[in-house]
């Protein structure tokens, strides 16, 4: 996605002219003089810097300073959490009051938005996401007031339906692979095409679907038996299990694992089952070995088995929604509406070239200001307002809130907010985040892709599950890649849950999230390099000629906890760990048990309902 040189020499300028701070938030100076957030490279996501105090809370059962003092201003709305779900919450509470009311966003990253995150690069003049990654079928699934946001912002979704190029892997002749790699039972590795087209189109089936695999290891049976699955769930879908009805088909496929449906039922062996079970993650954030035949069947396929359809509906909204940044572009338009002169333009055309003034971010003047780089540390009522501590640069600080939403990590809570119930905080144990790393590349060309015919590949065995060519979206004066001269991003969805054993979901997340921190820069530098030269290597890919900038989005408290039908029941987890109290509300996605936006955006709004019904 081109950009003019001169908008992103724009971009990467930080002036710290204009008005200055209020001498107790001097300290903040130290962000004007850091690189523009949005074009630092390396290590991103939950960044170093970001997390440590947290972790010190959390981990260490550290406290910190609680001021004596009051050392910033009373605001009528404090927001814990620059999200989209607190960037809603501070939408809808401007909705309610109009510009009459203080508010105060305080976020312990060097940027806004949280995993709506922005990754520009600037050798290339590229863009891609670092996390939250599309509008998912907005028409459909969204409320009145999560749709709201969408619409007063100005998003317009027919704008998609042009600005997407759908045609634009197949007009040059490109699809998706599939890579077997040596180990659990395989002697080596193929790079054969995808017959699950997990990115979208027709999966193989019958001959071509043969032809396809023909120079793996896998058997003849194998192949069968593959065939069959993909028969079942996209070409002739029928009932999953011989003889039941609708109710039993739900039942059962609610209780029995994808894998083991995979291994008993269709009757795979456990090397094919280990490359299919695998299936789920880029959606779910864990294997088909937690997942149930339900979770994974009513969500992978446009069609459903028979006797499933009664209960599941496809919304056959297109996966189109999606800007040249990702949700990043949603947070930046919703920031330059709350803090007017942030920030040019006015439209959905214009956001991915606007150049934000960090400056104007935490303006004494600006009646919502967004405070960066600082970890909220105690959280508690003081009569008829809350008190909030945070720590910014190694110095701790009071602000009061009359109301206060939590829009962070559903998990720190019970750090911040001693006047927290013991059943809510035994409530919020289980909503455990998924976690996941996004990587992106920025290539100065992409010619070797087009000799191959390879656009991406599907990695059962590894951590990243999924590369590809980015999203291929052209949107105002941002241009997609059409040559391949020109430099384009390739994208990495990174899922690093361990498989198996199938019976603690939680256990897996916890797992998953320690595996993140235990990995450098360079280790996933090199794991998305390997991947690429198995993919790419045969034609021409090098890493020194082609490779201009790479980051790396780490999320260990990524996807919210949504509920599996094989452990959960109903949705009094979620329900009961969000209750707020006194004049404390709690939103984020995770208050909603959905990873998606408009979980964010629901929460925001019932959060702002509470407080001010």
């Not at 008005?19 to 390396?42: F, I, M, Q």
């Not at 087009?450 to 590809?468: A, H, K, L, V």
């Not at 959960?568 to 006194?582: E, F, L, P, S």
Request: aromatic share 10%; hydrophobic share 35%; proline share 5%.
């Amino acid at each position: 996605m081109s950009i003019t040189r001169r908008d992103f020499l724009q971009g990467a300028a930080i002036t710290v002219a204009g008005a200055s701070l209020a001498p107790e938030l001097v300290a903040a100076d130290k962000l004007l003089k850091d690189k523009y957030p949005p074009s630092k490279t390396g290590l991103r996501g939950n960044h170093p810097g970001s997390f440590e105090v947290a972790h010190q809370m959390g981990w260490q059962r550290q406290t910190f300073p609680r001021p004596s003092r009051q050392t910033d201003n009373t605001y009528d709305l404090v927001i814990v959490g620059g999200g989209l779900s607190g960037l809603a919450a501070a939408w809808y509470y401007r909705e309610q009051f109009g510009e009459s009311g203080s508010i105060l966003i305080i976020d312990n990253h060097d940027d806004f938005g949280g995993h709506a995150k922005r990754n520009q690069f600037e050798d290339t003049q590229t863009i891609g996401y670092g996390g939250s990654q599309s509008i998912d079928s907005p028409r459909g699934s969204y409320s009145k007031q999560a749709l709201r946001i969408i619409e007063d912002l100005g998003i317009k979704l027919d704008v998609f339906d042009t600005a997407y190029h759908k045609d634009w892997h197949s007009s040059r002749g490109l699809s998706n692979a599939l890579v077997i790699e040596a180990g659990d039972k395989f002697e080596n590795t193929s790079v054969v095409p995808d017959p699950f087209n997990v990115w979208g189109g027709n999966p193989l089936s019958g001959e071509a679907l043969h032809q396809a695999l023909a120079g793996t290891e896998l058997t003849d049976d194998e192949v069968k038996q593959l065939d069959q699955f993909l028969d079942v769930i996209f070409f002739n879908p029928r009932p999953l299990y011989d003889g039941l009805g609708v109710a039993d088909t739900i039942k059962r496929a609610k209780k029995q694992s994808f894998k083991d449906y995979l291994l008993s039922d269709l009757k795979m062996t456990p090397r094919l089952a280990e490359l299919v079970s695998p299936l789920p993650k880029g959606l779910w954030g864990m294997s088909g070995d937690l997942l149930s035949a339900y979770d994974t069947l009513t969500e992978m396929a446009d069609y459903v088995p028979l006797n499933l359809a009664a209960e599941y509906k496809s919304d056959d909204e297109p996966y189109i929604y999606h800007f040249p940044d990702g949700n990043a572009s949603i947070a930046r338009m919703m920031v330059r509406r709350l803090i007017p002169g942030v920030a040019p333009g006015d439209d959905m055309l214009d956001i991915n070239t606007a150049h934000f003034d960090y400056n104007k971010l935490d303006l004494p003047s600006n009646t919502t200001r967004i405070r960066l780089n600082s970890t909220v540390t105690d959280v508690r009522h003081n009569n008829d307002t809350v008190s909030v501590c945070y720590r910014q640069f190694d110095k701790d600080y009071r602000v009061v809130g009359k109301k206060v939403v939590m829009a962070c990590y559903m998990h720190v809570l019970p750090y911040l907010c001693s006047e927290m119930p013991k059943e809510q905080v035994n409530a919020m144990a289980k909503l455990e985040k998924v976690p996941l790393v996004v990587g992106n590349v920025s290539l100065k060309n992409w010619q070797f892709i087009q000799d191959s015919g390879i656009s991406g590949g599907y990695f059962p065995m590894r951590d990243f599950i999924e590369t590809r060519v980015d999203f291929p979206v052209s949107l105002g004066d941002v241009k997609f890649a059409q040559s391949p001269t020109d430099p384009v991003v390739i994208n990495f969805w990174g899922v690093t849950c361990p498989n198996g054993p199938g019976d603690d979901p939680v256990a897996q997340l916890i797992a998953g999230k320690h595996r993140i921190y235990r990995k450098s820069f360079g280790d996933f530098e090199k794991e998305m390099i390997d991947q690429m030269t198995l993919l790419w290597g045969e034609f021409g890919f090098d890493p020194d000629k082609h490779i201009s900038e790479i980051t790396v989005n780490r999320w260990p408290h990524g996807y919210a906890y949504e509920h599996i039908t094989r452990f959960d029941t109903g949705d009094a987890t979620h329900v009961a760990a969000r209750k707020g109290w006194g004049n404390l509300a709690i939103a984020n996605s995770d208050s909603e048990a959905k990873a998606y936006v408009n979980g964010a955006f629901d929460a925001a709004y019932r959060a702002i309902s509470e407080l001010y019904s």
